[in-house]
Nanobody
Framework: QVQLVESGGGMVQPGGSLRLSCAAS????????MGWYRQAPGKQREVVAG???????NYKDSVKGRFTISRDNAKNTVYLQMNSLKPDDTAVYYC?????????WGQGTQVTVSS
């Protein structure tokens, strides 16, 4: 299993930007497709972005054109650049492998978009 630590969340106004980071332990990080997930209050956790080991990406429709996922295998880190944030983006954001490994969930990082 990979151990994961998310950071970079915060409170921003609508239209603002944040960059999330996810640091992974272990040299096998580069062997995993990775994803960013989020869970809003009262809702199920959902995948918002994914990136393969080769760098191919895909996104939930509602974040396409606003969010960008990337990875740096040398640093064992995956990023999520979030622009043009909306109140509906408010959630706790997590990273994990794709598909997710149940034992690898970190504490997440809170993103709040509010005026």
């Amino acid at each position: 299993q990979v151990q994961l630590v998310e950071s970079g969340g915060g409170m921003v106004q609508p239209g603002g930007s944040l960059r999330l980071s996810c640091a992974a332990s272990g040299s096998i990080f580069r062997l995993y497709a990775m994803g960013w997930y989020r869970q809003a209050p009262g809702k199920q956790r959902e995948v918002v972005a994914g990136i393969t080991t080769g760098g191919s990406t895909n996104y939930k429709d509602s974040v396409k054109g606003r969010f960008t996922i990337s990875r740096d295998n040398a640093k064992n880190t995956v990023y999520l650049q979030m622009n043009s944030l909306k109140p509906d983006d408010t959630a706790v954001y997590y990273c994990n492998a794709l598909p997710a490994e149940s034992g690898s969930w970190g504490q997440g990082t809170q993103v709040t978009v509010s005026s």
